[in-house]
């Protein structure tokens, strides 16, 4: 168990950190590791993967990462639980200070990768691991609080964080354009269009690549698009006109059914 905090605004450093804490990772002989980053806003990590599941911790901060077809947003107090063997990159959209844990566990318990709220219990967790260079614990104590931080995983709520990307390259185009201007007021007519499809035609269509419909699809792209925005203190009125609500009680009634509370204390400690 160990600590590293890597902070630097150099990249090819960066890059080189990372490759670093990876390999000692993998070379790592305890059943639970833990550790400790912050990432300089813009920096993009590439493709790769670890041997064992990772819960990535945005303790401060907003992570993009990929995944084979989708992308998952991890705001403040989440963590992306990220299975064994899963490739996946990763973008720091603000300066980010993140707590991982590597542990083994069976294909059934890991499951999908998925975002999770995490919960006081385990944010305590997470930081007592972390920290166990600087405060040492005895090996009872280590065994306990890892034991309980697994026991916890189940119990940690998910969260539509995780945007589904299609396979088809002219759909594929439309979603990542909506992404850099999205709004709630695109139509299912106008994508169809743009496709030279008929509406019937391009709902089928677009589930078929993305397993869920179009306007399931919109509204978890608007969301996420509003997170970091939201992040760097934006007014929530600013971020609903500019995603395409008529009003702030639309986007707020959006917001609180998808993540459980409103825009405005989203991003705030839940105990706030």
């Known amino acids: 168990m160990r600590i590293v905090d890597l902070t630097t605004s150099d990249g090819d450093a960066e890059q080189a950190f990372h490759r670093q804490s990876l390999d000692w990772v993998e070379q790592a002989n305890e059943p639970v590791v833990a550790l400790a980053r912050t990432y300089p806003a813009g920096l993009a990590v590439p493709r790769h993967s670890h041997s064992r599941t990772q819960l990535w911790f945005a303790s401060r901060g907003i992570v993009l990462v990929a995944t084979g077809d989708r992308r998952w947003m991890i705001p403040p107090g989440h963590a992306l639980i990220i299975p064994a063997a899963t490739e996946h ?38 930081g007592e691991l972390v920290a166990a260079d600087v405060r040492p614990m005895t090996e009872r104590r280590l065994a306990l609080v890892s034991e309980l931080l697994l026991d916890e995983f189940p119990h940690l709520p998910v969260r539509p964080l995780g945007l589904p990307f299609p396979t088809d390259r002219r759909l594929a185009r439309l979603c990542r354009e909506f992404l850099k201007a999205p709004s709630a007021r695109t139509s299912i007519d106008e994508w169809a269009r ?24 919109r509204q978890q792209a608007c969301l996420l698009a509003s997170l970091p925005r939201l992040a760097e203190g934006e007014p929530v009125t600013t971020v609903a006109l500019d995603a395409g609500y ?21 991003l705030k400690p839940a105990s706030s």
Do not use: C
């Not at 069976?106 to 990768?113: K, R, W």
């Not at 743009?194 to 699809?217: M, Q, Y």
């Open 89 to 126: 990159s990763a973008e720091m959209m603000s300066t980010v200070t993140m707590q991982s844990v590597y542990v083994d566990l069976p294909e059934d318990v890991a499951g999908q990768p998925r975002v999770v709220e995490v919960t006081a219990l385990a944010q305590t967790l997470i």
């Open 194 to 217: 743009k496709l030279g499809l008929a509406r019937r035609s391009f709902t089928r269509h677009f589930r078929a690549e993305t397993g869920i419909s179009f306007v399931t699809w």
């Open 246 to 266: 008529d009003n702030i009680a639309a986007f707020s009634t959006m917001f609180r059914r998808m993540l459980g509370r409103p825009p405005s204390t989203y």
